[in-house]
């Protein structure tokens, strides 16, 4: 069946140095991506979201950038910090319902 | 900033037992959801609220669910008869109109079935 999947379930960072998250999925009709950190105990939170007729989009210290080739989403966070631990989920954004990947654990070094 | 609320944070119940899970959503959103995530598993739709009436429903979401905003700022999950596979965390979330898309998540409740 059609999902949304990232490509490693841990990422290890040292504090300062930049992150990218992966995440691939499958339903070419998707047009609506997002990214959202989950922190422990908490919802998922909102982070930054993308359509599909665009292929980079920028926050504030992330950037997501979108491959319809190759159906590849990623999210990029500059100098990460402490504050940054979380697991990221994208998400694919169909007729209204999230339907998630199974989220990167993002652990940063001091 | 505006938020999601959810009560109980953490709900434990014997099997069998019904048990109701509320929400406040964001003040003027109009269009709610509940998730759910068991533990160390992805988050699943279960259910989408519009208008007083059911949107959609995933196969998760059966005939053991219901879900109704019983005034003008609760919106509240039922589970009538609660199985040991319904532990999971449960999310809300709500969206504020047709041409928004973000949906935004409260704390969650977790649920123990013993």
């Known amino acids: 069946g059609e999902s949304v999947g990232l490509h490693l379930p841990t990422l290890s960072v040292q504090e300062g140095d930049n992150s990218i998250i992966n995440c691939a999925y499958s339903n070419s009709a998707s047009d609506y991506f997002i990214w959202y950190k989950q922190e422990s105990g908490k919802g998922p939170q909102f982070i930054i979201d993308i359509r599909s007729n665009m292929d980079k989009r920028q926050g504030q210290r992330v950037t997501v950038l979108l491959n319809k080739t190759v159906k590849h989403l990623s999210l990029q966070i500059a100098a990460t910090q402490p504050g940054d631990s979380a697991v990221y989920f994208c998400?694919?954004?169909?007729?209204?319902?999230?339907?998630f990947g199974a989220g990167t654990t993002v652990t940063v070094r001091a | 900033e505006p938020e999601v609320t959810q009560t109980p944070s953490h709900q434990v119940t014997q099997m069998g037992q019904e048990v109701i899970l509320r929400c406040v959503p964001i003040?003027?959103?109009?269009?709610f959801y509940w998730y759910r995530q068991i533990l160390g598993q992805k988050v699943e739709f279960l259910v989408s609220?519009?208008?007083?009436?059911?949107?959609?429903k995933s196969e998760i979401f059966d005939d053991q669910f219901s879900v109704e905003r019983p005034d003008g700022s609760n919106f509240t999950l039922k589970i009538r008869s609660t199985k040991l596979e319904d532990s999971a965390m449960y999310f809300c979330?709500?969206?504020?109109?047709?041409?928004?898309?973000?949906?935004?998540f409260g704390p969650g409740t977790r649920l123990t079935v013993l």
């Open positions: 998400a694919e954004n169909k007729d209204y319902k999230l339907s």
């Open positions: 609220f519009y208008n007083n009436e059911i949107s959609e």
């Open positions: 979330a709500s969206r504020a109109g047709p041409f928004t898309d973000t949906q935004y």
């Open positions: 003040s003027n959103h109009l269009y």
